[in-house]
């Protein structure tokens, strides 16, 4: 008599990975919002991280994990008093079930800490050593993976993931609304676009340029600027071209049309007004100026 097969129902089914990083934060790290098309976990390992989802703000603290689903907008911030470290997990399943963990906080059982810690040892055989840096989103290399390491990856987020949908105790968001927490956010997002701006002040930017960077509207973002700032993005721009216009000009490296061009101006008549609205003068009457200066 033959035995009938019956077949196992892959009730999470994981198709693969897309990323696996373990990051050790500074008190001030924060990263501009971003959507991807793959589901995110993230593992506090040490201190607590501020996450915003859609705009919503959740406090981790050590040994809990969140679930970003597929395009959800999020980002994570510092509580910018302690160092933290993290554990991300990027990965793609299309099984109705995950549906389950869209973003939901547990607190970890030494059960499922255990084997998330598996499963860690099992990306360390797989990938030599996990990737530290956030800036870097280069494809995973499974080239050198020890024998059974990609798959027993997969076994262990599989149980993680079943561990914690067997859990008695329900998952909870954690909505933070204090004054001090949205502060946080609101400071972080300025400060890094600030830095953003600083960085491109050789490059052409409109304000939808910045907001598609940040995934934020233009309203908002105009808002929150000029709270923190006291003036729009695209007036901090302006002046941070002018600043390093009049450099510059004290350089005698270039002509005003060169530093046109390298400041991304569309024209120097454009440049020319934007300097004296700024300055107070001229481009060729700062740069007399400085002249005098210099014969003197």
Not at 118 to 125: D, I, P
Request: proline share 3%; with cysteine; charged share 20%.
């Amino acid at each position: 008599m033959a035995f009938e097969l019956v077949h196992v129902n892959k009730e999470i089914d994981i198709i693969g990975f897309n990323a696996i990083h373990y990051f050790e934060l500074d008190k001030y790290f924060f990263h501009p919002p971003e959507t991807h098309e793959c589901w995110e976990m993230l593992y506090v390992d040490l201190g607590s991280v501020i996450t915003i989802t859609d705009g919503i703000g959740s406090e981790l603290y050590q040994g809990q994990v969140i679930f970003h689903k597929p395009m959800e907008q999020h980002s994570h911030i510092s509580n910018r008093k302690d160092p933290s470290n993290v554990l991300v997990i990027s990965f793609t399943s299309h099984s109705e079930i995950m549906s389950y963990f869209n973003n939901k906080i547990f607190s970890l059982k030494d059960d499922a800490k255990g084997i998330l810690s598996l499963f860690m040892n099992e990306a360390v055989n797989a990938l030599g050593e996990l990737p530290q840096q956030f800036e870097d989103k280069s494809p995973l290399n499974f080239d050198n993976a020890k024998l059974g390491s990609t798959q027993m990856m997969q076994i262990y987020l599989t149980e993680f993931l079943f561990t914690l949908l067997r859990s008695e105790d329900a998952p909870y968001r954690q909505v933070y609304g204090s004054i001090d927490s949205r502060k946080i956010a609101k400071d972080a997002t300025v400060e890094t676009i600030e830095k953003f701006l600083i960085n491109n002040v050789y490059n052409k930017l409109t304000l939808q340029d910045i907001c598609d960077v940040f995934l934020i509207s233009k309203s908002y973002l105009c808002k929150i600027f000029k709270e923190q700032i006291g003036e729009s993005p695209i007036d901090y721009l302006t002046g941070l071209k002018m600043k390093e216009a009049k450099r510059l000009i004290r350089s005698n490296q270039y002509n005003v049309t060169q530093i046109s061009n390298l400041l991304a101006y569309s024209s120097i008549q454009h440049f020319s007004r934007m300097f004296k609205k700024v300055v107070g003068s001229s481009p060729s009457e700062y740069e007399n100026s400085v002249k005098s200066i210099w014969e003197s």
